[in-house]
């Protein structure tokens, strides 16, 4: 089959070939593989006490948000949010309870989870 000048194959794109560089980058806020395995590990454990349930992860043009349900409802009980904006001055980590209220805040995650880790700890 012979081609019409103008006409493409079917794999073939129309039009102007865009460049990487002519298409704005979509970039979104993600959590690393450590952020998110420690965010895992606490979430299993929690989950095999029977405290939480369900989870959902959002990565959003500018923060990255954990939400921790206990029941299949409709609001989370914790969000567990990412912001780098906020990485100077207040830390890029937060958790937020159910209400909204800024549970604890800071530059490591780690430090910022214990709000909501409640592992026997022994003195």
């Not at 794999?11 to 070939?17: H, L």
């Not at 299993?44 to 029977?50: F, P, S």
């Amino acid at each position: 089959m012979d081609l019409i000048a103008g006409d493409t194959e079917p794999g073939e794109s129309r039009g102007t070939e865009r460049t990487a560089a002519s298409v704005p980058s979509q970039s979104r806020v993600t959590f690393n593989r450590l952020e998110l395995n420690r965010i895992l590990n606490l979430y299993g454990r929690m989950v095999a006490e029977g405290e939480w349930r369900d989870y959902a992860i959002d990565f959003l043009k500018d923060c990255a948000v954990f939400s921790i349900f206990r029941r299949a409802s409709e609001v989370p009980i914790y969000r567990i949010v990412k912001d780098p904006k906020l990485a100077r001055r207040q830390g890029a980590y937060s958790v937020v309870a159910q209400g909204g209220q800024i549970l604890r805040r800071g530059h490591e995650l780690d430090r910022v989870l214990l709000v909501i880790d409640r592992r026997l700890s022994l003195v």
